[in-house]
């Protein structure tokens, strides 16, 4: 019968005694004996003679009795004899018919554990380890494990430890009065675990008082860093309402009721076991259980100082040799039954172990890192070849052409599995002024740009109720009276009664100063001015640290302005102000409301520490990257300036829309340079491959710095903040992977092709998830060098055989 537990419940009513036996699914059998009158007179008689031979050294509170070097009868003979008749008591009452179907019931079940419930601390005192429940049925008694859980078990226990991980078992030793007692060998027991353990001990000091001795005590015990072994030696006694006490100095005992709540948070931290090589510990076991530790040890009677020192010294070793903990309780107490009984008689009957029937017994887990390490360790050739994909994974350069071909099987794959939206009106208008425009125009020379052209596009634009007008060129140098006109336009707007938004173009000089509009064209009290330098392909991020020192970024301030329309209450421009537009929405934003929450909602719109760090490496970690997989319709609708001036009729209302009125790619646009605008050594490849699906003559091989802004203003609304993972931390982590597999126990020599299926299946699944995992979560998983990493380990072998053959 297989069994994985029983639960034999003992219960005492005057002179009866009530055994129920459960297990399985709901079986249940219950019996009445009579509880002899004997057996406490026996047990008494045992205990009072047990005292008189361990009177000195005991690790507990008794009376006098006697003295162990020089006793004044022989209480070893004496303390022989009254075990053998005790024993005998004991068996004889747990031999009784009644009980015969409960103990031919365990027989039945195969290496099972037997979990005893007694209803009182008399009953609990019994040596119930002993009893001998298949010696009548010619069964090896150690098939079954007797251990022992309170009747109340209220708290919860912990989650064990995966059996698993590779990580050291954390112990703290609590050491008690030292002023008698020596605990010199269980130190030396404790610090042989260091191997496979993490020890610290905590005791009293010479310059501590009471009070600071309790205070760290406590602390240790609910350390952030939690335990697995909580480990107690000095004296110990039971308690009605405490649940037991321990001596901790000279005079001194430290009750669990007051190391409870530290207890808690232990429990809570990983805390299993608690092991207490001490005097009369059965209160402090059923607390701790109640409470929800796992595991506790404890000695029921008081235990002499050597006895202790000779138990735990055996147990520490089995515990090392990766045994669970009952298996070390057990080693132990056979140990100093059979070759320490002459010297230490009766001792094997104090130790027993409670456990909450809900937990395994713990088991300390090997640590393998060394042999782990031994394998893992890379080849010379490997070691080569493995620094050089981690230097290229650095590679600025590199990573940003890996980057957008990365973007182009983005692209790609969105097409060919269907998942690019319909989107019937992009939310931004880019508003182009290319040659065509320029030409009808009859604009001579377009740099700088004609502001009186500026402001009939933008009264073509408040014409079509367009809110928001973002203007993507530098008004910085004075054109007389076209700046005039300008500024009438742009100030109309403003004073209508639903009023205009303007975000104008900034930048910085060689010399580090900021280039902002004229104020003849826009007053700062009611205009904002946007950074317009680019990252080439990188997002520019909020940052609330700097906006009033230097401008926010163009593409920020739009979506900025988008947002705060829509929220009640919220600043608006108004001509007339007194008052910056930028210092409004500044207090506006931090007056307490959650209208920013709105604004800001996706954490990756700010920088990140980690990305903050990557600058000073010269990397991009992090770092939201524009998401050229998107084809260009679904984020902005283009349209030439000539078109909005003649055929204004066929444009539809702006107002839910972001315009932008910005270079359309002719050659002289930029500020520092000719056609600094358009970026035509950057062209993503993707938006490369999207052109060409539109149309297989688009010749249109630049992106401009209008386009640009409106990926980025179309992620920062939409949410869609992509995140690239490093080269350098998927490439780690795929050297792991690599090197595991590579040192399977497979035939490799014989089966060639089939080896390599595992590379192939391998890195076709990480492709195939990390091209959709960039589509629903938004992050980036680079493909090349993790992938040419895994491979690595299953090729290069084959060219070391071929090499050594």
Sequence with gaps: MVVSGFYLKVQQFDQLCYFELSWGQGQQIGVTLAYPDALNFKYQEWQRIYLGFYNTELRGKVAEIGSFNAPPVDWHARLVEAEAQLLYEFHHWLRSAELYEIRATIAKAINTDIFLICSSLDLDRLPWEVWEIGTEFALDSTKFRIVRTPLNRRGIIANAKPDNAPRKAKILAILGDESNLNFDAEKQAIRSLRSVADVTFVGLRSHESITELKTKIVQAIAADSGWD??????????????????????????????????????????????????????????????????????????????????????????????????????????????????????????????????????????????????????????????????????????????????????????????????????????????????????????????????????????????????????????????????????????????????????????????????????????????????????????????????????????????????????????????????????????????????????????????????????????????????PSQQVYRSLPAWELLENSAMIPNLQQQIVMIAPGGYNEAGISKDGEDNFHRDLPPAVKYWRNQESSQNKNRVITGGETHAFMVHHLLTRRLVVPIPDFWITAMAILVGKSLSILPIEKQKFIWQWLFIPTVITGIYGLVSLQVYISLAILLPGILPSATVWLYFVLPYFERNKNA
């Excluded at 029937?357 to 070691?383: D, H, N, V, Y």
């Excluded at 794959?413 to 030409?439: F, G, H, K, M």
């Excluded at 140098?477 to 500024?487: G, S, T, Y």
């Excluded at 909602?601 to 903050?612: C, D, E, F, V, Y």
């Design 229 to 630: 072994i909580l480990f107690f030696a000095g004296h110990s006694n039971e308690t009605n309402l405490t649940g037991g006490e321990l001596g901790i100095a000279p005079n001194t005992a430290l009750l669990l009721s007051e190391i409870k709540p530290a207890l808690t948070i232990a429990k809570e931290r990983g805390l299993q076991v608690a092991i207490f090589n001490s005097c009369k510990g059965l209160s402090i076991a059923n607390t701790l259980i109640d409470l929800g530790i796992s595991e506790v040890a404890v000695m029921r009677e008081p235990i002499h100082n050597r006895v202790a020192e000779e138990f735990f010294l055996r147990f520490v070793q089995t515990l090392a040799q990766y045994k669970d903990v009952h298996e070390s309780l057990l080693t132990a107490t056979k140990y100093i039954k059979l070759e320490k009984n002459f010297t230490y008689p009766s001792a094997y009957l104090i130790p027993s172990l409670f456990r909450h029937p809900e937990a395994k017994s713990f088991c300390i887990q090997p640590s393998s890192w060394t042999e782990i390490f031994e394998k893992l360790k890379p080849t010379r050739l490997e070691a080569i070849a493995l620094l050089f994909i981690l230097t290229i994974s650095l590679s600025l350069s590199l990573q940003r052409w890996a980057l957008q071909r990365r973007i182009l099987v983005q692209a790609i794959y969105r097409q060919l599995t269907n998942q690019v939206e319909s989107v019937p009106d992009a939310p931004i208008l880019l508003v182009q002024i290319d040659e065509t425009s320029i030409r009808k125009a009859n604009i001579s020379n377009p740099k700088p740009m004609n502001r009186q052209y500026l402001a009939s596009l933008v009264d073509a634009l408040v014409a079509k109720n367009a809110r928001i007008i973002g203007i993507d060129y530098l008004l910085d140098r004075p054109q007389a009276q076209a700046d005039r006109i300008l500024a009438e336009s742009i100030q109309n707007a403003i004073s209508a009664p639903q009023p205009t938004w303007f975000v104008l173009a900034a930048t910085h000089n060689l010399k580090g100063e900021w280039l902002q509009a004229l104020p003849e064209i826009a007053s700062l009290n009611w205009s904002l001015q946007g950074d317009i330098k680019v990252l080439p392909w990188y997002m520019r991020l909020f940052s609330m640290d700097d906006w009033q020192t230097q401008p926010w970024h163009f593409s920020n301030l739009l979506t900025l302005s988008y947002e705060l329309q829509r929220i009640p209450n919220s600043p608006q421009p108004q001509s007339d102000s007194q008052t910056d537009l930028l210092q409004q929405i500044n207090a506006f934003l931090k007056d307490g409301n959650k209208s920013h929450q709105t604004i800001l909602s996706s954490q990756r719109a700010n920088l990140q520490p980690i990305t903050g760090l990557s600058y000073w490496l010269d990397q991009m970690w992090m770092h939201p990257i524009i998401d050229f997989s998107i």
